[in-house]
């Protein structure tokens, strides 16, 4: 690949510091990320150079009202040692959503993908090769004017950086059904990747975990009935041989997993629903031994199954993951087409050909 956007290499790489075998989640990052800058109405050309802090001004707007969003996307390598992204162009769409609803400008699709794909190919020897590892991509954007006064920023920053990651969680999660607080509302953000609705979620979070949960489980905010979804999770049940997961509204995130996980079901022949699923169902349905599955679905952790979920006034155990056969099947199917061993028959998988220079000891040519 021929590589267009402005570089300044990093002196030397720091990979020879990182220990993959014990890859902990976001916390190594790759020699370089890739910085465009947004003034008088258009993006620059952007530059890809070393990783490293960022100037700012105390002043700057996204300091005081949060006019910034994110995505989270990963790439494999397979067994050739092409690089591959799963669906990327899903989450530029994504993107580009929250940047409107944010009121801030998009970046278009063609430019976003190239200049991701030029960022991968420079540090793809940062991919790990292992079983569940990845590398992370963490494009975001923030409003940079120094100003104080609620209003859009002029002036914006888009940059992608990469961490090479092992296993986000690796155990199945018990998940506490909230009934107070909320992390999204019609008419509100959580359809986008904003980032003040993460921060929102920090104290509820806190709470469940001190209930001794692992993650919140949101349900609606006018009634707390139906639930949306888990932590930074779409949300999946199979009751009686039908997976049920909420329809997209303003409070869902509308996942890439969710997506593919609905679509590879469908293929198989499974009934899918996508509708408004109360508590009371999910709760009755384990009463009568109909509640078969119950997975959360994401790109850090693709699909986690759900081990229990509780109420203030009762829990109850979900059948063992080795009986699932929804959750296992899907997990192995999805993460196998993302490391280029299952068939991909919807195209989904985006592969960048690495040349053996540039790869580690790949055997193609
Ligand atoms: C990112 C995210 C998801 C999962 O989306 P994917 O595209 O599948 O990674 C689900 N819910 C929330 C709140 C998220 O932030």
Known sequence: MELKTNLKKIAKS??????????????????????????????????????????ITPAMMTLHYGQAIFEGMKANK???????MFRPELNVRRFNKSAERMCMPTVPEDVFLEKLQELLYLDSDWIPRDEGAALYIRPFMFGSDPYIGVKPSKTFHFIIFTCPVGPYYANPVSVYVEDHYVRAVDGGTGFTKAAGNYGGAL???KLAQEKGYDQVLWTDANEHKYVQEIGTMNVFFVIDDV????????CIL???????????????GVKVEERPLSIDEIFEAHKNGKLQDCFGSGTAAAIIPIKSLGTNTEKIELPPVEERTYSKQMKERLIGMKLGKVEDKFNWVRKIAIPQAAGENTSDS
């Open 14 to 55: 720091k990979l020879s510091d990182v220990d993959f075998d014990n890859l902990p989640f976001g916390r190594v990052f790759s020699d370089h990320m890739l910085v465009m800058t947004y003034e008088n109405g258009q993006w620059d050309e952007g530059i890809i150079q070393p990783y490293e802090a960022l100037s």
């Open 78 to 84: 397979d067994a050739d040692g092409n690089v591959l």
């Open 203 to 205: 104290y509820p979070a």
């Open 243 to 250: 997976v049920i997961t909420p329809d997209l509204n303003d």
């Open 254 to 268: 509308p996942g890439t997993t969710r997506q593919s996980v609905i679509e590879l079901f469908k293929d198989q």
